[in-house]
Every structure is written in structure tokens, then in C-alpha cells.
């Protein structure tokens, strides 16, 4: 029988074959070399969650967190042989080896003040380190604050105070209700624990509206959100208001936050002190004066008067302030203030004709609109629902008409001033609560 000599060809293709398949049957072997590699197909990876970008530290100590896949973290196994898939995690800070964890975190302690870069890498048992690695710059400060005046133990002889404040490692910024952002924010000031301004401008700060008696004056460094700071940084004074004391005080028991209405009542008091008209020309007379009112840090009034109601407030936190004043119009350091955060829906009522001390005939149509409630004329002695009703009309305190739309005929008054109110109320026709108005006066000729 003749032989067949295979041709050239076929022999290669055929050693080629036979290799191809020995290298495939060696990369599906488990990898017994211990070098942490994938577990089950994920990829060999670790995050840190904490701390993230931006982050830092009031006390030099850092909280560290992480997640990992590929790799078991195995506690028990740090320092041991090698383990495939098995491992745990080399923390490193400004590039020293801080601590070996199979925990998924760490506390890093004893930071100096700086940026500080945090370093966290995949080590199998052995030690020996992987390519997976994630890492974060943080900054560590340490803020200062010192109440320097008044001093613990000050006898005062008015019921505010000015503030002495030296505040270091910690930046006052005017973004009070932001965003937290690290190494900044403002300082509160509180009487009694109870919280009464806050501010981001030292030579400002006042503690005010202290009565008679003993008092503890808190000053504190909180974030922009107004959360403190951990661990906290506070300063205090113990401080003695005298009897006969000279004071003002904001009414503070009917305000909450947010206050639900635009008509704001704002209610007043005094002590040593008799409040007289004036048009700030008077003779000075020791303990007798007057009021200056300012909202936001304008101008808002100058009055005697105790009980004032501010209308179509807008929405948003506002600074009101109150100071006495003597009959020659000279502000003496005596003040109080009031921090009232108005609701962003708020209810509001508005006249929109006449305007206020508007020369006006007899008659005229009174025009108002409403905001942030629902006018409905076909409800009126109905149900309540919630933000909806009509209005009342008022004339010199008297009612006048209660209507649902926006415009009421107004006729037959009499030469002279007039009060014109319009004033919403439910679908029952009880007013809403806190009470929502608008007031003007009409002088008909």
C-alpha cells in the first residue's frame, strides 16, 4: 500500500492547533499565584466614600471609608500568605503608611494644619499592593474664637451689648444659608441658649434684647448651613443686666419659622426709658426718646408708638432693628434685634387702586389682588380649603362689602380722610391666620 506524506502545510496548521489550545486550557486555570485578581468578573477597584472632595478637618482627625470590588477583605488574613482573591487595604497619608484595614475604614488622627493627601491602595494577605487605588486631597484647620468683651462677670447697664470677637483659622462668609463648604461660614450669637442673631462681620456682632438679671451670652463658628462645626467652637460670658437698666425689646412669643403671612405684626417694648414723640428737634431729656425702626438696614420709621404692623413683607429671612433714641435724635447704644424668616408662599393681599393718601372723589373702584391665595366668589359661606376664600372690605373699620373678585365700587364718603382694608379671609368667612391685609388711607376732597 503506497504512504502518504502529508503536505507541508497541514503539518504547521496542526502544530499551531495543538498550541492555541494548550494556551487557552492554561488561562482557564485559577490563578493560584495569590495576586488578588478579579473576583467572580468584577473588576478589581476601590472607591472612597468618605472623605470626598472638598472635605476636611476642625480637629486633625479624618474619618476614611471605602468601597471595593474583586477583592474579599479578609481581617484574619493580613500578614499571611498569599490568597487568591483575598486581601485588604494600605492607607497612606502625605505618602507614610498610616494603617493596614480589612474593616473598610480607618481613623486618621494627628493631622497638622494643611492639605493633606489621602491615599487608600488593594494589598493582598501578604502585603504585597495591587493597581487598584483611589485617593483625596483634605484640608485640616483648626478655628479659633474668643468672646474678649464683655468680659465673664460684666455688670451692664443696658440690655444689649456690643461683641469683642477674635476669630482665627475660619472664614466668615456672606453665604449664611448655603451650601456647606469646608473652612467657612458665620458666628451666632445666643442669650439663654436661645438663639437671637447670627452675623459674618466681627465688629458687629451684638448680643441685644438682654433683661434684668443674669444672663450667659453664646457666641458659636457654624457652617453656612448653620449646622456647627465638629467638634464645636464656642465662647461664652456670663453677664449681669442691672436693675434700671436702659432697654428695648422685639416681642418675641407670637413669631415662628417661617412666618405664614405678609402682614407682619412687629410689637415693642422699653424699660428706663419713656418713649415721646419727636421730630428729633426736642430738647434732650435724660430717659425719655423715641424709636428708630429699620428692616434689612433701611430706614423703616421714626415712631413712639409700641405696636406697628408691616404689610406686604416680602418672602425671605429679614434683620429687623430697634434703637432708642433721645428727643434731640441722637441714637444711643441701646438696640434690639429681630431676625424673622417669612414663608416663600406666603399669603399677600395688595390695593392696587387708589394708592396710599391718594386725593379721591366720593366715588371710585377699589382694585386689590391677591397672592399665594385662590379668590373664589362661588364658595363664599361655603367650606374651607386650604389657600383659598375672599375678601372683606373695610371702610373707617366698618364692613363694607366681602367680595371674590378683584374690584369693589366705593361710594358716598364723606370730605376727609378715610381707612380703606381689605383683608382675606376663608370660604366661612373667619379670617385667615395669621391675619392677611392690606391698609391704605384716601383723603376725599
Avoid at 474668643?146 to 453665604?175: E, N, W
Amino acid at each position: 500500500m503506497p504512504v502518504r506524506v502529508p503536505k507541508l502545510g497541514y503539518v504547521f496548521e496542526g502544530v499551531f492547533m495543538t498550541m492555541f489550545l494548550l494556551l487557552a486550557l492554561a488561562c482557564s486555570q485559577p490563578d493560584e499565584g495569590g495576586n488578588g485578581g478579579p473576583e467572580d468578573g468584577e473588576p478589581l477597584s476601590i472607591t472612597l466614600t468618605a472623605p470626598l472632595h472638598g472635605a476636611g478637618t476642625y480637629d486633625g482627625t479624618l474619618e476614611v471609608a471605602w468601597s471595593v470590588t474583586g477583592l474579599e477583605l479578609d481581617p484574619a488574613g493580613i500578614g499571611g500568605p498569599e490568597a487568591a482573591g483575598r486581601g485588604h487595604v494600605h492607607v497612606y497619608v502625605d505618602g507614610e503608611l498610616f494603617e493596614e484595614s480589612a474593616d473598610g475604614n480607618a481613623r486618621v488622627t494627628g493631622l497638622a494644619e494643611g492639605v493633606h493627601t489621602v491615599l487608600v491602595r488593594l494589598a493582598g494577605n501578604d502585603h504585597h499592593e495591587l493597581d487598584a487605588r483611589d485617593t483625596v486631597d483634605v484640608e485640616a484647620t483648626f478655628p479659633t474664637l474668643q468672646l474678649v468683651s464683655p468680659p465673664d462677670g460684666s455688670a451692664l447697664t443696658a440690655s444689649s451689648t456690643p461683641l469683642a470677637l477674635t476669630i482665627g483659622g475660619f472664614a466668615m462668609t456672606d453665604a449664611v444659608g448655603g451650601a456647606d463648604v469646608f473652612g467657612e461660614g458665620h458666628f451666632t450669637v445666643s442669650v439663654d441658649g436661645v438663639l437671637r442673631d447670627w452675623g459674618v462681620d466681627p465688629t458687629l456682632a451684638m448680643a441685644t434684647g438682654i433683661p434684668e438679671g443674669v444672663h450667659t451670652i453664646t457666641v458659636e463658628l457654624v457652617r453656612n448651613d448653620g449646622q456647627p462645626l465638629e467638634p464645636r467652637v464656642v465662647a461664652e460670658s456670663r453677664v449681669d443686666v442691672l436693675p434700671g437698666a436702659r432697654g428695648v425689646y422685639f416681642d418675641r412669643s407670637a413669631f415662628g419659622a417661617p412666618f405664614e403671612s405678609a402682614t407682619l405684626p412687629l410689637g415693642l417694648s422699653t424699660t428706663a426709658f419713656t418713649l415721646v414723640e419727636s421730630d428729633g428737634t426736642r430738647s434732650p431729656v435724660e430717659g425719655e426718646g423715641h424709636l428708630h425702626l429699620y428692616m434689612d438696614g433701611a430706614w423703616l420709621d421714626r415712631t413712639a408708638v409700641t405696636a406697628h404692623v408691616l404689610q406686604n413683607v416680602p418672602p425671605g429671612p429679614h434683620l429687623f432693628e430697634a434703637r432708642l433714641v433721645t428727643n434731640d435724635g441722637f441714637e444711643i447704644p441701646v438696640v434690639d434685634r429681630l431676625r424673622v424668616d417669612i414663608a416663600e408662599d406666603r399669603p399677600d393681599a395688595f390695593i392696587t387702586y387708589p394708592g396710599h393718601m391718594w386725593l379721591m372723589g366720593a366715588t371710585f373702584d377699589l382694585a386689590f389682588e391677591a397672592e399665594n391665595f385662590t379668590l373664589a366668589p362661588r364658595a363664599i359661606g361655603g367650606e374651607n380649603v386650604p389657600r383659598e376664600g375672599h375678601a372683606q372690605v373695610y371702610v373707617d373699620g366698618v364692613l363694607y362689602e366681602e367680595t371674590g373678585t378683584g374690584m369693589v365700587p366705593v361710594s358716598g364718603l364723606s370730605v376727609g380722610t378715610h381707612v380703606v382694608r381689605v383683608q382675606l379671609v376663608n370660604n366661612d368667612r373667619t379670617p385667615v391666620s395669621p391675619p392677611v391685609y392690606n391698609e391704605i388711607d384716601v383723603i376725599v376732597e
